[in-house]
């Protein structure tokens, strides 16, 4: 299966710990993103990585969450004291860079971990 | 601001039947992408279909189709012949480089049902 794959699929944390989730895109795509989707919502962008460089991060992403994609291949997101706010899906997915209109393929996302904050 | 909107939360139609999910979207950008993707019970999201802002032709990718409508901002996705395993929600998303960075923005979905 060459998809984009995450781990784990499901968490269970206190309130208070801290997660870490890892993603691993499409081996030749440059790009990855990150997403948190709640119910009843539409994926909300939260960070994005071109190669190891993070280029951009949403208001979203507050002083306790951070990623990481060291080299340019698989990503981590961590979150430091959870809260029960932070309960959602967190997608990540990956595409090439396009030269079309938009600038950019398609994204293929991975099936998604499941954060449950107690 | 409100992005992409997508005003059908909840569509049902007739297996075999065709069905159109609205999307209208809202960029000053000149060159943007237009994105629909399936998401099932799952949860995976699926691509279906990518329309270019500089195309001139409507996108279709077998039983599906994009209406692109530049004029009037909108996007609407054309499911023909629709099958049980079309049942899922279903997302409107637009990239939009020099207006919202590489972001991309998804719309709140429309649930599809198909009743047999």
């Known amino acids: 299966d060459t998809g984009v794959s995450q781990d784990p699929r499901h968490k269970i944390t206190k309130r208070g710990q801290n997660v870490t989730f890892r993603c691993d895109p499409i081996s030749e795509h440059n790009r990855l993103y990150w997403y948190r989707q709640t119910l009843g919502q539409g994926p909300e962008f939260l960070t994005y990585?071109?190669?190891?460089?993070?280029?951009?991060k949403s208001r979203l992403l507050s002083d306790r969450f951070s990623a990481e994609r060291p080299k340019g291949s698989f990503s981590t997101l961590e979150i430091q004291r959870t809260e029960q706010g932070d309960s959602a899906m967190y997608l990540c997915?990956?595409?090439?860079?396009?030269?079309?209109?938009?600038?950019?393929?398609?994204?293929?996302f991975g099936p998604g971990t499941r954060l449950t904050v107690t | 601001a409100q992005k992409i909107t997508q005003t059908q939360p909840g569509m049902f139609v007739q297996e075999k039947e065709a069905v159109t999910l609205d999307c209208t979207y809202d960029t000053s950008d000149q060159s943007y992408g237009l994105f629909w993707y399936k998401q099932p019970s799952s949860g995976e999201m699926i691509f279906l279909i990518y329309q270019g802002s500089y195309d001139e032709q409507n996108a279709t990718e077998g039983r599906y189709s994009l209406n692109f409508q530049k004029a009037r901002k909108s996007a609407n996705l054309v499911i023909s012949a629709s099958q049980l395993g079309d049942s899922a929600m279903y997302f409107c998303?637009?990239?939009?480089?020099?207006?919202?960075?590489?972001?991309?923005?998804f719309g709140t979905g429309t649930s599809l049902t198909v009743i047999p």
């Open positions: 998303a637009m990239r939009a480089p020099r207006n919202t960075g590489n972001q991309f923005y």
């Open positions: 997915a990956s595409s090439l860079t396009g030269q079309g209109a938009g600038g950019s393929y398609e994204q293929y």
């Open positions: 990585f071109q190669n190891e460089a993070q280029l951009e």
